[in-house]
């Protein structure tokens, strides 16, 4: 049984950070891409990043340079440290197994970005 459980959402002022992180069990981790999404109310999910099984990364436009995402495939965790938060960075963030069409979603964890 895949599971993936994401943590570290909270509320926090425009130009903090926040560390999320997801805990992967039930598939063999590092045979697979890992990536957060993102919704925000009233908007379509999207792409916040990725990391492959070799590493590499990708993000999308509104966050780079702000956001670093990594993985430990010893651990079988994937975590996005998020930098310089703004308003617009609130939304509910999704771990997925997999890109494009992700095999598997968590159950996501509130992000909130306010003064």
């Known amino acids: 049984q895949v599971q993936l459980v994401e943590s570290g959402g909270g509320l926090v002022q425009p130009g903090g950070s926040l560390t999320l992180s997801c805990a992967a069990s039930?598939?063999?981790?590092?045979?697979?891409?890992m990536a957060w999404y993102r919704q925000a109310p009233g908007k379509e999910r999207e792409l916040v990043a990725s990391?492959?099984?070799?590493?590499?990364?990708n993000y999308g436009d509104s966050v780079k340079g702000r956001f670093t995402i990594s993985r430990d495939n010893a651990k079988n965790t994937v975590s996005l440290q998020m930098n310089s938060l703004r308003v617009e960075d609130t939304a509910v963030y999704y771990c997925?197994?997999?890109?494009?069409?992700?095999?598997?979603w968590g159950q996501g964890t509130q992000v909130t970005v306010s003064s």
């Open positions: 997925t197994r997999g890109i494009g069409s992700p095999l598997n």
């Open positions: 039930g598939f063999v981790f590092n045979f697979y891409v």
């Open positions: 990391v492959t099984t070799g590493h590499s990364t």
